[in-house]
């Protein structure tokens, strides 16, 4: 804060590194869809990739048992050793892949650790590849520890699948990691596994988010770390879970990142919820039945909402097969899909993401979520037909 020598007000002036800081434009969405609902106004809820089924029971007797056990105080800063080494196993039986339980830090979701991985990772200057379109907030953490975000095209006439030759021609000497996602969140879509092979050999380190692995319907989802050890890794209990409250995810690490990133999580977040990590232990002990119904019922949403939308009017020239999104291309009823979305919103009482929240891509685009009930997507789709019947 700095005060006007020459009157009493005082002038407000914010560091370039929050100021900077793009909205997260699906929260902004979120916001507004609220504020209707509070005013008594129908809403259809397809903006936010939050599982709309309760967390399973035995993950909450979990909390109730710790709690009433009094298992509330500090664990260890990297989580505890119990979680870590049951992650372990979860990676070991998923993929194949050995690790130490020393290379996992618990994190109160995924986003604390996408920040303990880049302040240990990134020094001024250091660039981070890209694919546009990308999860909104990835270029703003790389951004906010001075790193700079370069970018590879993705597109939808390929089916959202990446493409080695454009990654390596936007590879730079100062390219420091090359961030992916597979599923995706936005398009929804997996990431062959030769492609992930490639991608592992190309040189910088790979960070990779598998926070939507376990959502994957006909082709079966691969973690870098069975390609590579040069590799970071997020995960956690939101999506697949449906966890998204407690606020637990993980971030594996390279053995040498070990200590940094140890020093962070001890002065930054000093470590997860005990409670919560002993939830999300009987979540991984207990809950994978519980788990694959909910994808078996995303499934079928799947099957009836892309077809459905297409009959409504958008134009989908891909199939999602992962996570709980698809992009529309709706360029044909406007360029914007900012004010488009928010026209959609009031006007047909349906709250959609903009596609420009993923990068300029997919501008005119629009994500839909189907983590929502049939019947919620089913008057959903009607409302959005009538829309745009009238455009």
Request: proline residues 5%; hydrophobic residues 40%; contains cysteine.
């Amino acid at each position: 804060m700095k005060t006007n020598s020459f009157s009493n007000l005082e002038v407000i002036v914010i560091p370039d590194r929050a100021g900077e800081i793009k909205s997260f434009l699906a929260m902004d969405v979120l916001d507004e869809a609220q504020k209707l609902q509070r005013a008594g106004q129908s809403i259809i809820r397809l903006e936010v990739g939050e599982p709309d089924f309760p967390t399973p029971q035995c993950v909450v007797d979990a909390v109730h048992e710790a709690l009433d056990r009094g298992l509330t105080h500090y664990t260890s800063s990297m989580g505890m050793l119990e979680l870590r080494e049951e992650i372990c196993r979860d990676y070991k039986e998923s993929y194949g892949v050995q690790l130490d339980p020393d290379q996992v830090v618990v994190t109160e979701g995924t986003s604390p650790a996408m920040i303990l991985v880049f302040g240990a990772l990134l020094d001024i200057g250091d660039r981070v590849l890209l694919s546009d379109p990308h999860y909104a907030c990835y270029p703003n953490v790389v951004r906010f520890f001075g790193g700079v975000a370069d970018y590879f095209q993705v597109s939808e006439s390929d089916g959202f699948l990446y493409d080695i030759e454009k990654m390596k021609q936007a590879l730079r000497p100062e390219t420091k990691a090359v961030f992916i996602n597979s599923p995706s969140n936005p398009t929804g879509k997996v990431q062959e596994k030769a492609i992930l092979e490639e991608i592992a050999g190309l040189g910088p380190y790979i960070i990779s988010d598998e926070i939507y692995h376990g959502l994957c319907y006909g082709k079966k989802e691969h973690s870098i770390l069975e390609f590579t050890d040069k590799a970071f890794v997020f995960n956690g209990f939101s999506k697949r879970y449906a966890m998204t409250g407690w606020r637990l995810g993980y971030a594996i690490m390279p053995k040498e990142f070990i200590v940094p990133i140890k020093k962070l999580q001890q002065n930054f977040f000093i470590c997860a919820n005990a409670f919560v990590q002993y939830a999300g232990l009987r979540a991984l002990r207990e809950a994978k039945g519980d788990c694959e119904k909910m994808r078996q019922v995303y499934d079928q949403r799947r099957h009836y909402i892309v077809p459905a939308l297409r009959d409504a009017g958008f134009q989908i020239g891909y199939e999602p097969d992962g996570a709980y999104y698809v992009m529309v291309n709706a360029k044909k009823y406007s360029q914007n899909s900012l004010e488009f979305a928010d026209q959609i919103l009031h006007q047909a009482g349906v709250a959609l993401t903009p596609g420009i929240d993923f990068g300029p891509s997919l501008e005119g685009y629009l994500r839909i979520s189907y983590a929502n009930s049939i019947e919620n997507l089913t008057e959903g789709v009607k409302r959005l037909k009538s829309f745009l019947a009238t455009l």
